[in-house]
């Protein structure tokens, strides 16, 4: 079966890092995928890793270990703009087609 | 990346109509995919969109309830069909494959239906 994992709340301060995690079991893994989502608007692509280690963009860094099926974003520098929900999904080609499986995302609140 | 469109992008319907959703990308893209975000909640996968061929639906997800038709590599409709408030949610269109990448996949801004 398919199951995603990420904790449903977190909170922070600005300019702090933090850390969301998320912890997977699929069929087929073919890499896994973060998104940004702001209230009321469509999923914004943060990030896509399908190799082990880290993968670093600017503020935004996303690690994976496929071995663990463990996954995590990691935010610096944080801003206010970046309260938000932050879904992992994860490529399952199960079936031939690659399409994702999402988590329930995590609600992020930056505070002063 | 792809730009999606999405029409329309908002609908207030009545219990038991339909209602198609469009889904227009500006490149040919392999693969599409129509998502349902319920209130609250994050994104489910209704189907996956084939050029030349039949839907591909997820379990709980049917035919007749959710109608695809995918006529070439740019386009694709989504029809909610016999519409109940059940039905009340974010529709999203999202492509993958774009120019041969399969790192990335993008979604359209949306659909936000309510049904009365």
Redesign the interface.
Known sequence: GQNIDQPTEMTATEGAIVQINCTYQTSGFN?L?W?QQHAG?????LS?N?LDGLEEKGRFSSFLSRSKGYSYLLLKELQMKDSASY?C?V?DQG?G?????????TRLAVHP | ?AVISQKPSRDICQRGTSLTIQCQVDSQVT?M?WYRQQPG?????IA?ANQGSEA?Y?SGFVIDKFPISRPNLTFSTLTVSNMSPEDSSIY?C?V??TGGS?????????TRLTVL
């Open positions: 890499g995928f998104y608007e469509a999923p914004t692509f896509y399908v879904l999904a490529r079936g087609y690659n399409k994702l499986i999402f988590g329930a995302g | 990346s693969m995919f909640q994050s994104l489910t996968l996956t591909t997820e999203l999202s993958g494959g399969y790192n990335e996949q993008f979604f359209g801004p949306g």
